[in-house]
């Protein structure tokens, strides 16, 4: 069958945006081709999105993927009902041979195809955005807005901005050149070169539980437009966002002429852990993984055979020195805790205050009255249950619960933990975060001894950490993001040498770092074509979301000489 999506048609409707994105990418000026607020979408999208979702639960998830040796599912929403899908379990010897079989024609393809059959796949994932948003929703806890704004457009962003920086990568060298040395009497010797970008080969993308689409956006697409078969092996407890993703990349990728097979899906039985086992097959030569340290650092260690793009665990940071605007260093922060119950990477999890004290623009604070106003002000945000479900969501898992529960003996708590009910989700689990006071004192954490606050503690939980000076907290800092890593670093002071401390350890230690927020920015979201998420230079990840180093070696540039 002639292919439906012509590399005109395909041209005609995505080179404009393509050429925008690259725009974006080098002026790092907001833009976003894709709708934050859901009634962009037109009056029945929310309702077709939720009976799309609606009609996934309890069948079977049908994708025709070469190797189908069963079926697995057992996906339970954060907000309490199991969805009841079943998804193809694949026999991996049958089904990676298969995948390869079309790398040729996609290879030959080019750069700009390529990336204009990802924007399709993109732009189609963008019409079907509330149904994207229940998906995620529903597999990770994120309340409905979250759901809808990171799970849908923001993705989205991500994929789109890896593709324009993968055709820029590829595009860097020329095609073709013609080469002439001149040899005097002789004449010149006189080649003509070619030179093509060459997928390294299948990439395997490990999603995960909190962020399925919006972590695995960016090495899906950077893979898929660096020419690579892309095998997607979702987190057991969040299938369905990827599983629709791979659907919708397959319908494209027929329409377009190519393979399918370019892009599957790899699910588990309980207990099956074929992540280890796909990630040291020879087959597989890129992997993009986001979740626990242990298993990234596994990983780094035996995937040998291929790139590795690994986002793990930190420790986030937060410097109060000192501020002129109070109260809004107060909202920012209370936001920043309370989104998504903390169950973000980027979340601040170590607030280090001063034990003498700050300035500020209401007067000079104590440490207890900065930690107490800051306990005040979450449970301001938070004091409306609906506000609170909307902000909160529920917590991903059980692990999570338990960490919140245990802290209470990791200290003097300056702020408990409430449960709050949903009214729609009765089931849902649903807590406001707690704070942990804490000694920051410079022999606390040079002894070596076990610190709670070192360690990351994933979700609705953070430490007050009381340090002796504003020079005590940069060296904390300093050694926190050495040894632990760190997604984000934030700070507040007025001090302009203070400031340069906290810049200078953020660049030396390889840290994004925000100052001052105080206003509808905050520290753990960051904006596509403009912000890097991670450096790839600190424990917490080894890659950033998104540059050049993420896509550049996703292929080789083979070269051809002739004779001319």
């Not at 892309?230 to 966002?241: D, E, G, I, M, Q």
């Not at 753990?524 to 790839?536: E, V």
């Amino acid at each position: 069958m002639a292919a439906q999506l012509t590399p005109q048609k395909l041209a005609e409707a995505h080179r404009p945006t393509l050429d925008q994105a690259l725009d974006a990418i080098r002026s790092r000026a907001y833009w976003s081709p894709h709708p934050e607020h859901p009634k962009a979408y037109g009056e029945s999208a929310p309702a077709d999105g939720l009976a799309a979702f609606d009609s996934l639960r309890d069948t079977r998830f049908e994708l025709d993927q070469p190797g189908t040796d069963g079926w697995a599912g057992g996906e339970i929403s954060p907000y309490g009902p199991a969805l009841g899908i079943e998804y193809p379990h694949a026999d991996i010897d049958v089904l990676l041979p298969a995948m390869r079989a079309g790398g040729a024609a996609w290879r030959q393809a080019g750069p700009e195809t390529r990336a204009l059959v990802c924007l399709e796949i993109l732009s189609r994932i963008s019409a079907r955005t509330h149904e994207f948003a229940q998906a995620v929703m529903h597999t990770s806890g994120q309340a409905f807005m979250m759901a809808f704004q990171a799970g849908g457009p923001h993705a989205q962003d991500r994929g789109m901005e890896a593709v324009a920086y993968a055709y820029q990568e590829q595009t860097r060298t020329p095609a073709v050149a013609d080469w002439s040395k001149p040899q005097g009497k002789r004449g010149p010797l006189e080649l003509r070169k070619s030179f093509t970008a060459v997928p390294r080969g299948i990439a395997l993308l490990i999603g995960c539980n909190t962020f399925p689409t919006w972590n695995s956006y960016p090495g899906l697409f950077a893979s898929l437009a660096t020419g690579n078969p892309v095998l997607v092996k979702p987190h057991p407890r969040a299938v369905l966002p990827l599983a629709l993703t791979v659907r919708v990349a397959r319908e494209v990728l027929t329409e377009a002429g190519f393979d399918p097979n370019l892009v599957a899906l790899a699910v588990e039985r309980p207990g099956e852990g074929i992540a280890k086992t796909l990630a040291v097959r020879p087959e597989i030569r890129i992997i993009d993984y986001t979740g626990s340290t242990a298993f990234g650092d596994w990983l780094e260690t035996h995937a040998r055979q291929a790139q590795v793009y690994t986002e793990k665990a930190g420790v986030n940071t937060v410097v109060i020195d000192s501020t002129d605007d109070y109260r809004g260093m107060l909202a920012n922060l209370a936001f920043s805790l309370s989104l998504y119950s903390g169950q973000m990477c980027t979340t601040p999890q170590n607030l280090l205050i001063p034990r003498d004290g700050i300035t500020t623009d209401a007067g000079e604070k104590s440490y207890d009255e900065v930690v107490a106003d800051i306990a005040a002000a979450v449970d301001g945000l938070l004091g409306d249950d609906a506000r609170a479900n909307a902000l909160l969501g529920a917590l991903v898992n059980p692990d999570v619960k338990a960490r919140l529960e245990a802290a209470a003996g990791l200290g003097e708590v300056a702020l408990a933990s409430r449960e709050i009910a949903h009214p729609d989700f009765p089931d849902a689990v649903v807590r406001t975060p707690v704070i942990v006071k804490s000694d920051g004192a410079r022999k606390v954490w040079e002894s070596g001894d076990d610190v709670p606050y070192l360690a990351e503690c994933f979700g609705p939980v953070s430490f007050a950490v009381a340090v002796d000076s504003t020079e005590d907290a940069v060296e904390l800092l300093r050694r926190t993001v050495r040894d632990r890593g760190a997604m984000t670093v934030g700070a507040y002071t007025t001090s302009e040498e203070a400031e340069r401390a906290i810049e200078d350890v953020c660049l030396e230690e390889r840290a994004q770092l925000s100052l001052n927020l105080t206003s509808g920015v905050y520290v753990n979201q960051t904006a596509a074509f403009s912000d890097f998420h991670g450096s790839g230079g600190n424990p917490a990840a080894n890659a950033a979301l998104c540059d050049a180093a993420f896509v550049a070696n996703r292929f080789r540039v083979v070269e051809v000489r002739r004779q001319a």
